[in-house]
T-cell receptor, first 117, second 115 residues
């Protein structure tokens, strides 16, 4: 099956610094990638949708200047949390889809645990 | 706006017993419905999905789900649970639009299996 990786799996950073999370589709080309945030014992909340070569589309309430998303190639998307604060600590999950449209399955990465101290 | 409700936060069943996880959705039209399983250290894995057609959907690992429009439900079932089924299960609804599907997830049900 299709595999999506995330790096790093865990990261600890100091408040005020920036951290980059990578999401890669290993064996397929991902036209669309999604970034989610998952709080403890809560659901996944969609943060943004990115299409290769285009600007990301952010969900309401998500600060685009704080969560920078780049989808420069068909196999790589990055999420950069800028000027991180403790409230940004969370579990970030990406997914990748080989096409646009609801009938294309999303393949999920294992997630990245971000802790901001 | 679409929404998903999973009323059971935590369920415990004995190995070999049957399982039903509940999912109710709110959506203006016929939704695309999904069940995912999340195990520690692993990404969400798709168990099954419903787009149209037969309302009883078969998935992987022996799971099935039934779409009931009248009840706005899409409950997940398995006739005999294995210890390896212990995980977090998420129901999701997707917008069947022409662009990439945006998924709205429920809050999840944690399944514990006792031996």
């Amino acid at each position: 099956g299709a595999v999506v990786s995330q790096h790093p799996s865990r990261v600890i950073c100091k408040s005020g610094t920036s951290v980059k999370i990578e999401c890669r589709s290993l064996d397929f080309q991902a036209t669309t990638m999604f970034w989610y945030r998952q709080f403890p014992k809560q659901s996944l909340m969609l943060m943004a949708t990115s299409n290769e070569g285009s600007k990301a589309t952010y969900e309401q309430g998500v600060e685009k200047d704080k969560f920078l998303i780049n989808h420069a190639s068909l196999t790589l998307s990055t999420l950069t949390v800028t000027s991180a604060h403790p409230e940004d600590s969370s579990f970030y999950i990406c997914s990748a889809s080989p096409g646009q449209g609801a009938d294309y399955e999303q393949y999920f990465g294992p997630g990245t645990r971000l802790t901001v101290t | 706006a679409q929404s998903v409700t999973q009323p059971d936060i935590h369920i415990t069943v004995s190995e070999g017993a049957s399982l039903e996880l509940r999912c109710n959705y709110s959506y203006g039209a016929t939704p695309y419905l999904f069940w995912y399983v999340q195990s520690p250290g692993q990404g969400l894995q798709l168990l099954l999905k419903y787009f149209s057609g037969d309302t009883l959907v078969q998935g992987i690992k022996g799971f099935e789900a039934e779409f009931k429009r009248s009840q706005s439900s899409f409950n997940l079932r398995k006739p005999s649970v294995h210890w390896s089924d212990a995980a977090e299960y998420f129901c999701a609804v997707g917008q069947p639009t022409g662009t990439a599907s945006k998924l709205t997830f429920g809050t999840g049900t944690r399944l514990q299996v006792t031996l």
